[in-house]
């Protein structure tokens, strides 16, 4: 039996009315517009002329967005409101109810936060909370009602408490990926890869010839003992200074690191600071030594970021000068000679770092969505491990196998935007939610598409779920379509999936899984990836 009233049908249809327009307003105006007019279209059904919005940030901070007077509606210009102390709005926000006030002047509650612009003196007020999932994210408060129905400004209240919390997700959202792509731009900046060792062999071997000495080292400070170690010798090779160090503190190039300043001395063997034990190590006997610092210039990482200090980060010598001894003249060029050595460490120490941040945030990222679905745990991480050294197998260059590993770890980031729902699910999915899960390769390439420095990784990332027959997602690609990223990751994603369990069945063996691949291959996958990863497994290399 029907009991509502014609008043009740008549106030479901305005209300009905007034959601439908501020569904058009999410759409249609920018957040703070769609603030201002949703004040609007609150006032309007209180039968009010006035009114103010407030929002509430995470730290507790609350803030004037909006005010309404009979001259119109304002944006207000963002202002705090430092003291709530008993005012209704507190009153409001502790007790998640409207605070209703019939007469400002007989009621002692009412301590108006209205600014003196408004020019509104109200006799009555309502306060009615923001309430997202039992946090108040603002409040709206309403003068002179000429009409209030308190569950029909609750409803309203939470329409727009909803638009308020999807904004600041999204924001967050925005600055998170801001964020990323600000530290993978870094990265991109420093561009080309430096590869120290040989560079600084070159610096050495330079400094060799032109101070025309018999040989020429580069020690580095070890930063857990102090030591010195002998990084570089111009007069050795990588085997037989590898384990030669000179205590802390010890020998010529001990002082010059510890005071920082050059020793030019004629004779090594009779200067008492002479750490012998190098010379009978190496079976190198030193006559003449010029010893500078190492010193690392103060790097600034940018605004708000700080920098690295300048420090000395180990000493460089030329020893035994051909004809003569060495003057000033060598001093200054090894000097110049380690500065650049120096540089390059710096410089090739914060790409480390930077590239190894860049990984960690990406892992820590893809761990994040495997997370996601119970049944994939530490999986983007493992057919990483497997494609890596199914590229290094098949003899493919460093820079495609840096690829690889980018795209591996990154291939399944597009299930960010697969709901819990169908990533959680215990049995397999229907049609429908295979083709929603099947989206997810596009969704991670248009995830990712923005990020320059991850344009050649793309691929990869489309493509892992192409087969050669055409019979794979998410566009169907043949063969001589399907990147050979997307080819590689293909094998080593169907590998670490048919070797892990599932709630519908059971892991296979690693032979078991070879063999269903082997079936397939020239078919839906590559044999040459297929062969590869055969050999790894025989290799025992297996998540090595």
Not at 81 to 98: D, E, G, K, T, W
Not at 101 to 114: F, Y
Not at 473 to 479: T, V
Request: hydrophobic letters at 40%.
């Amino acid at each position: 039996m029907n009991n509502l009233t014609e008043n009740d049908v008549i106030s479901l249809l305005a209300l009905n009315q007034t959601l439908e327009s501020i569904d058009r307003l999410t759409t249609e105006a920018s957040p703070r517009q769609f603030l201002l007019q949703a004040l609007d279209l609150i006032c309007a059904e209180c039968g009010s002329s006035a009114g103010l919005l407030y929002l509430v940030d995470p730290s507790g901070a609350w803030s004037l967005e909006a005010f309404k007077t009979s001259a119109g509606s304002q944006l207000a210009a963002r202002e705090g409101i430092p003291q709530l102390q008993n005012s209704v709005l507190l009153q409001a926000m502790r007790n998640r109810l409207p605070v209703v006030i019939s007469d400002t002047a007989a009621d002692s509650r009412w301590q108006p936060e209205i600014d003196d612009r408004m020019h509104v003196k109200p006799k009555s007020a309502v306060t009615q909370p923001l309430l997202q999932e039992g946090k108040v994210v603002g409040a709206i408060q309403v003068y002179d009602y000429t009409q209030l129905n308190l569950s029909l400004l609750a409803v309203l209240a939470n329409r727009v408490a909803i638009e308020i919390h999807a904004e600041r997700l999204v924001q967050a959202s925005e600055r998170r990926a801001e964020r990323l792509k600000a530290l993978i731009g870094v990265i991109a900046q420093i561009s080309s890869v430096l590869d120290r060792d040989p560079l600084l062999r070159t610096i050495i071997e330079n400094a060799r010839r032109l101070l025309n000495a018999e040989a020429c080292s580069l020690f580095l400070i070890d930063e857990e003992t102090g030591d010195y170690i002998l990084f570089l010798a111009s007069n050795l090779a990588q085997g037989e200074f590898e384990r030669t160090r000179v205590p802390a503190g010890k020998g010529i190039i001990g002082y010059v690191i510890t005071t920082g300043e050059t020793v030019n001395v004629p004779n090594a063997r009779q200067d008492e600071r002479h750490y012998r034990r190098v010379d009978d190590h190496t079976g190198f006997v030193t006559g003449s030594l010029l010893a500078v610092p190492l010193s690392a210039p103060a790097v600034t990482l940018g605004s708000g970021r700080g920098e690295v200090r300048a420090r000395i980060i180990g000493g460089m010598e030329a020893m035994n000068k051909i004809n003569g001894d060495f003057d000033d003249e060598d001093a200054d060029l090894l000097s110049a000679l380690a500065n650049q050595a120096a540089i390059v460490l710096e410089v090739a120490q914060l790409y480390r770092d930077a590239n190894q941040l860049f990984f960690d945030t990406v892992a820590a990222l893809t761990e994040a969505i495997d997370a996601r679905d119970p049944h994939t745990q530490g999986h983007s991480q493992r057919v990483s491990r497997l494609s890596i050294e199914i590229a290094r197998e098949m003899g493919l260059p460093p820079e495609t196998i840096h690829q690889v590993r980018v795209a591996s770890l990154l291939h399944d980031i597009g299930k960010i935007g697969v709901p819990d729902a169908i990533l959680g699910k215990t049995s397999e999915l229907n049609a429908e939610e295979y083709e929603v899960m099947k989206q997810h390769a596009l969704i991670g390439e248009r995830i990712l598409r923005p990020v320059h420095i991850l344009q050649q990784a793309l691929p990869g990332i489309a493509d892992h779920h192409e087969r050669l027959d055409k019979s794979g997602y998410p566009r169907g690609l043949g063969n001589n379509q399907i990147s050979a990223m997307g080819k590689i990751i293909a094998v080593a994603d169907v590998y670490d999936a048919l070797t892990s369990d599932r709630p519908y069945r059971d892991a296979y063996s690693p032979e078991a899984a070879l063999d269903y691949l082997q079936e397939r291959a020239g078919t839906q996958f590559d044999a040459e990836s297929i062969e590869a990863l055969r050999i790894i497994y025989s290799k025992g290399n297996l998540y090595a």
